[in-house]
């Protein structure tokens, strides 16, 4: 407990006795990344090909649309075969509780972003929205129902919930916007 919020997770884990999580900090540490690219380029260029790619950038989408800031090179990464070594498949999405300021009352001021820049702005130019045009016409309505059930409890007002809701919205919205561009 902290100031009466509980915390903890209850997602199945992703990994298998056949399997293994690598996080992205171990990857880039493996190659050397050449000065003219940059964080994103080089990390999507050496391990997110091909339809891995999506999946990075609908991660940094989703944290974007959400304010995660704690989306750090440590809680994203890739799935390999323990067997053959071979990397079978981005990991799921996952460590996004640091968001919709989880921990503060000001929805005023844009936290941080991670892992590719502290601007979500600039971390939202790297990515293809495209692919991802239909699922965020229906996200809006998804992220204004998470929040209704989320904050139901003594800690939480209608007003903050409707901040945030405004506020998600938005950036739908402007990565609508990108994604029809």
Sequence with gaps: RNGGIVKMSCCPNFVTPDTEYVPMNHLNESRKKPNDRSDYQFTADAFFVGEW?????????????????????????????????????????????SSMYYDSRITSVIPEAKPFSKDFEKQLGYIDARPF??????????????????????????????????????????ALTLARA
Aim: charged share 30%.
């Design 133 to 174: 045009l239909e699922g965020l016409m229906e996200l809006s309505d998804c992220i204004g129902r998470l929040v209704d059930e989320c904050f139901t409890d003594e800690y939480e007002t209608a007003e903050r919930a409707a901040q945030i809701k405004r506020i998600t919205a938005g950036r739908v919205q402007k």
């Design 53 to 97: 790619k999506q999946h990075l950038d609908m991660t940094l989408l989703l944290d974007y649309i959400i304010l995660n800031e704690d989306r750090h090179f440590g809680n994203f990464g890739l799935i390999r075969d323990v067997n053959t070594g071979e990397f079978v498949s981005p990991a799921p999405i996952f460590d996004s509780g």
